[in-house]
């Protein structure tokens, strides 16, 4: 039995897709286990660029099984435009390829108003969501009022359901400035999907459970990151699910038994989009130059990034939280030239240090980093093809962040090209 989790150690966008795009070719199967279309992946194979919002990042990669699982939020429209998009261009040219959990929600147009309008309401304490509808989807399914995919093949159900839940929607809407919505109009924009999503759908926990017992390799891929899952994370300053890997083995139906290895991916500095707490962002020149260098903006919104400093807190807890066992670290390229490169290996708050960081909004907002200094280097990092070939102030960077969290490095990326990688540890295939 051997399926391993790669997830995110920060706030989202540390650079997943890549590190996914790469692991998949030594996997039978690449699994998504939550979340919905507020990830987006970045991929960038022989100079040709693919964004993903909801097909895991193994379909570059023909013959290996992508699996939307029972624990994500799916919207059906974004779905098949995507599933356009790929095989437009020579991809999941197997419709075999692609399987669609039927226990997983449906995201509907009211989710995405519902999203809107409480973030309107928010004012000021906005959380700065991808307005995807991602939250009140899995509102719903908490409520017991959502539609699983396996409901839009059942017709009499999915109307009954409809009503239900519009039942109360229809009241709510108009006061957070919205219009309510009418059951037909909804099972007509789920008629212009259905036929599309039917040749993938199934029970994808019992599939992926039979490919574990027979000694398939399964890479289960975490979306956003640790310092968003709903209850580990900056809250509310989070998404609507839990990104630790304890959330993979309900979200893939599978047994935790069956997760051997967690890999977690953690850029060189650190970026967050939306509202919420960041205690070493950088506000000046300083953080917009990451933010160039870096390319720092959104892939699924092209939201600008806020960008800061690494920060070894929020990673030691990520890591403490879901057992990583090693770092896949990503963009040191973008710090070069920076000099010199501080790393925060603590908070102070309250005149107290902390290495794990605090739970209370007070505390976050009150908490102030606490900086090592690191020598930086000039030399660009992108033709780099073993540790040996970057200059030893980058290496003893690298030290400094992998002794501060307390974990091994696995994997190093210096470019957004797959060439541009360092693997030194176990993977996949190992
Ligand atoms: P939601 O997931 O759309 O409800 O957004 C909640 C918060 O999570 C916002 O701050 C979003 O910017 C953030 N977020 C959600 N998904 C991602 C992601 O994949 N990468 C980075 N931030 C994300």
């Not at 707490?277 to 919104?301: I, K, N, V, W």
Request: aromatic share 4%; hydrophobic share 40%; net charge neutral.
């Amino acid at each position: 039995m051997a399926a391993t989790i790669v997830l995110g150690t920060q706030w989202g966008d540390e650079g997943k897709g890549k590190v996914v795009d790469l692991l998949a070719a030594d996997a039978d199967l690449v699994v998504r286990y939550h979340g919905g279309n507020n990830a987006g992946h970045t991929l960038v194979v022989n100079g040709e660029k693919t964004i993903l919002n909801l097909v895991p990042a193994g379909v570059l990669h023909p013959g290996k099984v992508c699996v939307l699982g029972p624990g994500m939020v799916i919207d059906p429209e974004i779905l098949v435009r995507e599933v356009d998009a790929l095989k437009a261009r020579g991809y999941l040219t197997d419709d075999r390829w692609l399987r669609l959990s039927e226990q997983a929600h449906v995201i509907l147009p009211y989710h995405r108003a519902l999203d809107r309008a409480r973030e309107r309401m928010r004012e000021a304490g906005a959380i700065g969501t991808t307005g995807r509808g991602i939250g009140p989807a899995y509102e719903d399914k908490m409520a017991r009022s959502g539609v699983r995919v396996g409901d839009l093949f059942e017709q009499g159900d999915l109307r009954d359901t409809l009503v239900r839940s519009l039942r109360e929607k229809n009241e709510i809407l108009p006061l957070l400035g919205e219009r309510p919505v009418a059951v037909d109009e909804i099972l007509a924009v789920i008629d212009g999907y259905r036929a599309r999503l039917a040749p993938f759908v199934t029970d994808t926990g019992a599939e992926v459970r039979a490919a574990i017992a027979a000694g398939k390799r399964v890479l289960l891929e975490g979306a956003q990151g640790m310092l968003l899952d709903v209850d580990h994370g900056t809250y509310p300053y989070v998404t609507s699910s839990n990104c630790v890997a304890g959330a993979a083995s309900a979200g893939a139906g599978i047994p935790p038994k069956a997760i051997t290895r967690v890999i977690g991916i953690t850029k060189a500095y650190t970026t967050r989009v939306g509202g919420g707490p960041f205690p070493t962002e950088l506000t000046d020149a300083l953080g917009e130059r990451l933010r160039a260098d870096g390319d720092e903006y959104g892939a699924t919104t092209g939201r600008p990034r806020r960008c800061g400093w690494f920060d070894a807190v929020v990673v030691r807890h990520a890591v403490a939280l879901s057992g990583v066992d090693g770092l896949a670290v990503t963009k040191l390229d973008v710090l070069t030239g920076m000099d010199p490169v501080p790393l925060c290996v603590a908070y102070e708050l309250d005149g107290r240090r902390l290495t794990l960081p605090p739970a209370t909004q007070r505390g976050w907002r009150d908490a102030t980093p606490i900086y090592e200094n690191h020598p930086g280097w000039r030399e660009p990092l992108g033709r780099a093809r073993s540790l040996d070939d970057l200059p030893a102030n980058a290496r003893r960077y690298l030290d400094a962040l992998t002794g501060a969290v307390g974990v091994p490095m696995v994997l190093l990326s210096i470019g957004a090209g797959r060439e541009q990688t360092i693997v030194l540890g176990q993977t996949l295939a190992t």
